[in-house]
């Protein structure tokens, strides 16, 4: 479903001040987004460009983009997931730059742009995976440290859920599922205790799935054992991967030359795909690295924001 609306809000909007102040922060509590110094460096965005956040999430990349864009420039916030966006559009009120939300998948932004009459994306942003909003609300079912229905979409209209798969799948196509997209070392095992598992009753909740993984695999160092399959599950059911090829393509699409483009990935499967993009779009000659290799975020920031850890952000500018 598409969702278009624009709000256009004048004042004095100042990105911080939203950000640690007002009414929606108590909706979110302790939302930072990640590192935020080094993608506004990167991305550099200049009074009156048009900006694509192609992961808007609770907003927090987009309250410092708004302010940097000025009341000549542009903001379209895309979320596939409607409740992120519906929080985002009241955080993200008081920009002062024209602001669009849209809720699809961003591998749709040059369609969606062009319906929006906006010509192309000077400045785009995607901070992939979930947000700490999905993560921490129960009933999405995304965490196994708090007992919900075993959902995982982050769109909610449609397509098999985590539920569904755990339940009919073979366990061999659960095996190949978590060694694939959870680089897990014990698939075999997990995927065994869940055929067994759900032998007399279906597995419905991220507890029972929890549980299972406890009894099938060893907890090695801090990791919980269902951390990488939780990944897995999460990374199928929304597709994750193909998304990010379909995105990048639809963002090379809408780049004008100077245009500039930032991913921040949170794991290597995610990593090594933009990595690959990014270089052959330099071997074809379309753009430059603006950054020579990948950022992390400082041991600072991590100590306040541990879900920024596993954090890696590349760059590349449009050539031509
Ligand atoms: C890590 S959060 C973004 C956080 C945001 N940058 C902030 O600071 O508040 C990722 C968000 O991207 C959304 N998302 C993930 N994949 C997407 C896709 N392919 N298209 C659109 N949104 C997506 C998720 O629903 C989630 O809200």
Sequence with gaps: MVQLAESRAGGQADGTGIFTGGRMDAAVPGHLPVMPAEVMDVLAPRPGDTAVDGTTGLGGHSLLLGP??????????????????????????????????????????????????VAGADRILLDLGVSSLQLDS????????????????????????????????????LRLLFSE?????????????IVEGRAG??????????????????????????????????????DELGCISRGLAAAGRVLPPGGRLAVLTFHSLEDRLVKRIFKRWLEMGLVEMVLSGATVPSRDEIRGNPRARSAKLRAVERLN
């Design 68 to 117: 940097a864009l000025g009341g000549g420039g542009r903001l379209v916030c895309f979320d596939r997931d409607a409740q992120a966006l519906a929080l985002a559009r009241f955080r993200l009120a008081q920009l002062p730059c024209r602001t669009n939300f849209v809720n699809m998948p961003f591998e749709f932004m040059d369609r969606e742009l062009r319906r929006l009459g």
């Design 201 to 238: 009753r279906p597995i419905e909740t991220t507890g029972e799935l929890s549980e299972l993984a406890l009894r099938a695999a060893p907890r090695l160092g801090r990791a919980h054992p269902a951390t990488r399959m939780f990944q897995a599950l999460r990374m199928y059911v929304n």
């Design 138 to 173: 129960p009933e999405r079912g995304f965490s196994f440290m708090r007992d919900g229905p075993l959902d995982m979409r982050m769109s909610r209209d449609g397509g098999p859920t985590a539920r569904d798969i755990v339940n009919a799948w073979p366990e061999e196509r």
């Design 181 to 193: 997209l959870g680089e897990e070392r014990f698939s075999r095992r997990l995927a065994k205790c």
